[in-house]
Nanobody
Framework: QVLLVESGGGRVQPGSSLRLSCVYS????????MAWFRRPLGKSSEFVGS????????SFADPVLGRFTISRDNPKLTVTLEMKGLKPEDTARYFC????????????????????WGQGTQVTVSS
C-alpha cells in the first residue's frame, strides 16, 4: 500500500515563494519517478514538473520553468516543490503523483502514466 500526502499550500501574494512537500508511505520510494500536477478551479489537471527515480534529472512545464524546482530526499521519503515568483495563474490545487513503474527513465506529462496520487494541497496567489 502506498500513500502520498501533500502539505505546504496556502494563500500568498504575487511574487511570493512557497514550498510544497509530498511524503510517501510505502515501499520502494527510491525506485520511482515522482511528479507534480495542478488543477485550477474549473479546469483540467496539468503537468507541473517531475523528478527522476535517480534524482539526477528534472523536467518542467513551460509556464513554471525557471521559477519552480523539484527535489527529493529519499531517507525522508519526501519530494519537494519549491515555487518562486508566484503568479495568480499558479492558483490551483497541487497534487503529488508516483509514476506507474519503477526504474523507468521515461518522462511523462500524461496523468494516466501515474498510478498513485495524493489528496492535494491548495495554492492561492492573490493580492
Amino acid at each position: 500500500q502506498v500513500l502520498l500526502v501533500e502539505s505546504g499550500g496556502g494563500r500568498v501574494q504575487p511574487g511570493s515563494s512557497l514550498r510544497l512537500s509530498c511524503v510517501y508511505s510505502g515501499r520502494a520510494f527510491n525506485t520511482y519517478s515522482m511528479a507534480w500536477f495542478r488543477r485550477p478551479l474549473g479546469k483540467s489537471s496539468e503537468f507541473v514538473g517531475s523528478i527522476s527515480w535517480t534524482g539526477d534529472s528534472t523536467s518542467f512545464a513551460d509556464p513554471v520553468l525557471g521559477r519552480f524546482t523539484i527535489s527529493r530526499d529519499n531517507p525522508k521519503l519526501t519530494v519537494t516543490l519549491e515555487m518562486k515568483g508566484l503568479k495568480p495563474e499558479d492558483t490551483a490545487r497541487y497534487f503529488c503523483a508516483r509514476f506507474g513503474s519503477p526504474y523507468n527513465n521515461y518522462t511523462s506529462q500524461y496523468l494516466g502514466d501515474y498510478d498513485t496520487w495524493g489528496q492535494g494541497t491548495q495554492v492561492t496567489v492573490s493580492s
